[in-house]
């Protein structure tokens, strides 16, 4: 067995898991409320889609996707969340049903994202200002990837290291 070669790759796991962290989830996870931008207007088109989708092992699941448009902006708000087997998101359609009776919504996004056609959604509030959606759950996701990442990351970087360095007594 060649330990070398293991804490190699180990090395590799670690560096490609730590930039992962932070193209993926830091972005998102790091985001301060203060450089939000709100974007009001009527809601347009809002459906919740449920979609089967395979993994590269052939294992199926189940994505549900809040989608909407506001009639102020060109923008398409989508909220997305991997349901496992389940065919039914109660909170995505709890969701839906107290946007459907407000008919006017407040949208949160990154001041950067205000021209993308698919900005990243941070916060939603209805006409009266009560937030449905808040900025702790759309950072939930990726908090948790972020802290496996980063604890992937220095796990493998560990190895290589303790390989490299550890001399045995």
Partial sequence: MDKTYYAEKGLFVGITSIICA????APT???LKSSLIKQT???????IHYTEVESSRGSKSIKSELKFTLN???????LMKNIGYSRYNERF??????????EI??????????????????????????VLYDLNE???HSKFGFLISISL?????????????????
């Fill in 72 to 78: 102020s902006t060109h923008s398409f708000y989508v």
């Fill in 138 to 140: 759309s950072k939930s």
């Fill in 29 to 31: 996870f790091f985001t």
């Fill in 105 to 130: 919504a407040t949208v949160w996004i990154k001041e950067s994202q205000k021209e993308e056609y698919k900005p990243t959604v941070f916060q939603i509030a209805d006409k009266s200002g009560n």
């Fill in 93 to 102: 359609e709890e969701l839906e049903k107290q946007l459907n009776k407000s």
């Fill in 22 to 25: 932070f193209y993926f989830f």
């Fill in 41 to 47: 207007g009527k809601i347009e088109h809002l459906s």
């Fill in 153 to 169: 990351g220095i796990f493998g970087i560990g190895l290589y290291l303790r390989h490299k360095y550890w001399k045995r007594l």
